[in-house]
């Protein structure tokens, strides 16, 4: 699994959407890129990055590029652990996946095992434990909105999870804040509005006094977010993580294995990089 192959693997199959797909690099720096174009005109630029360059090539922070178009930096590891998950975020970026409407949908919370097995089908990021777990269903008599659907009365199509509040004292008052932990779409299709829909199915539960996020800056500038009100706050500088070469595998620095760099010869099976960072947002109510 070299950098050439992971270049060629992408540019293949872009080639096979029904967009104008072009290959250039974006000088001074001369990074490979891809720039995909939809049938409105609407632009994705994806900048390829290795575990295979050099340290001061894979490492370097292209968030930047997020103030003048849509941008996803893609790593090479993500893509060979997660490709479904990564088709499916890039077609919907674009605007060609399957778009559900959310009005068709009913919002309900959903149990843990349901969440987690959703979220590791669906999320790019790992699932994590969440208080609050929500999800939106398709009853049967919509599935003609889907172009395979299932033999089942109702089809998850999106689901979103929330951390417990955190409660301080604002101004002499308790003040009680949630996190907007995952939220992702079934695969290969959008809910137009589903976020929406399921923020406000939270929020009329539970009556926050504000809603946080973070958007990850290697796939957002979180521009969706800012639609739903979200304003931002902070930019999160970027975060380190070791990669397993032979299993792609992601550990945050914390959660390697016991005492692998400091055996000799097994540090060389890792390779440490940095993401884009994250950028926060929050919604006041």
Same mark, same amino acid.
């Given at each position: 699994?070299?950098?050439?192959?992971?270049? &060629?693997?992408?540019?293949?199959?872009? /080639?096979?959407?029904?967009?104008?797909?072009?290959?250039?690099?974006?000088? +001074? /720096? %001369?990074?490979? /890129? *891809?720039?995909?174009?939809?049938? !409105?005109?609407?632009?994705? =630029?994806?900048?390829?990055?290795?575990? =295979?360059?050099?340290?001061?090539? &894979?490492?370097?922070?292209?968030?930047?590029?997020?103030?003048?178009?849509?941008? @996803?930096?893609?790593?090479?590891?993500?893509?060979?652990?997660?490709?479904?998950?990564?088709?499916?975020?890039?077609?919907?970026?674009?605007?060609?996946? #399957?778009?559900? +409407?959310?009005?068709?949908?009913? $919002?309900? &919370?959903?149990?843990?095992? $349901?969440?987690?097995?959703?979220?590791?089908?669906?999320?790019?990021?790992?699932?994590?434990?969440?208080?609050y777990k929500y999800g939106l269903y398709l009853p049967k008599k919509h599935f003609r909105v889907i172009a395979d659907p299932p033999e089942a009365e109702e089809l998850l199509v999106a689901a979103a999870t929330f951390a417990r509040p955190r409660?301080?004292?604002?101004?002499?008052?308790?003040? &009680?804040?949630? #996190?907007? @932990?995952? *939220?992702?779409?079934?695969?290969?299709?959008?809910? @137009? %509005?589903?976020?929406?829909?399921?923020?406000?199915?939270?929020v009329k539960e539970h009556q926050p006094d504000d809603l946080m996020t973070y958007a990850d800056l290697e796939w957002s500038s979180g521009r969706s977010y800012r639609k739903l009100g979200f304003e931002p706050h902070e930019d999160i500088p +970027?975060?380190?993580?070791?990669?397993?070469?032979?299993?792609?595998?992601?550990?945050?620095?914390?959660?390697? +294995?016991?005492?692998?760099?400091? #055996?000799?010869?097994?540090?060389?099976?890792?390779?440490?990089?940095?993401?884009?960072? /994250?950028?926060?947002? @929050?919604? !006041?109510?």
């Amino acid at each position: 699994m070299s950098r050439t192959d992971f270049l &060629r693997e992408v540019s293949d199959w872009l /080639s096979t959407l029904p967009v104008d797909f072009f290959t250039k690099s974006v000088p +001074p /720096s %001369g990074i490979d /890129s *891809f720039e995909i174009k939809n049938s !409105n005109g609407k632009s994705l =630029y994806i900048f390829p990055k290795s575990i =295979y360059d050099f340290p001061e090539e &894979r490492n370097s922070n292209l968030s930047e590029f997020h103030q003048n178009a849509s941008t @996803v930096i893609l790593w090479d590891d993500v893509w060979y652990s997660k490709r479904e998950i990564v088709k499916s975020r890039v077609k919907a970026l674009l605007g060609i996946s #399957e778009r559900i +409407p959310a009005r068709l949908t009913q $919002a309900r &919370r959903l149990d843990r095992p $349901a969440t987690q097995r959703f979220l590791e089908e669906n999320h790019l990021q790992t699932s994590i434990l969440s208080k609050y777990k929500y999800g939106l269903y398709l009853p049967k008599k919509h599935f003609r909105v889907i172009a395979d659907p299932p033999e089942a009365e109702e089809l998850l199509v999106a689901a979103a999870t929330f951390a417990r509040p955190r409660v301080f004292d604002r101004e002499g008052s308790s003040h &009680r804040s949630y #996190e907007l @932990v995952r *939220f992702a779409n079934l695969l290969n299709t959008t809910v @137009v %509005g589903g976020l929406d829909k399921l923020l406000s199915h939270f929020v009329k539960e539970h009556q926050p006094d504000d809603l946080m996020t973070y958007a990850d800056l290697e796939w957002s500038s979180g521009r969706s977010y800012r639609k739903l009100g979200f304003e931002p706050h902070e930019d999160i500088p +970027p975060q380190e993580f070791w990669v397993e070469i032979t299993t792609m595998e992601r550990f945050y620095p914390h959660r390697l +294995p016991e005492g692998i760099l400091g #055996e000799s010869g097994q540090e060389q099976r890792f390779v440490k990089i940095k993401n884009a960072g /994250s950028r926060k947002f @929050v919604k !006041n109510f």
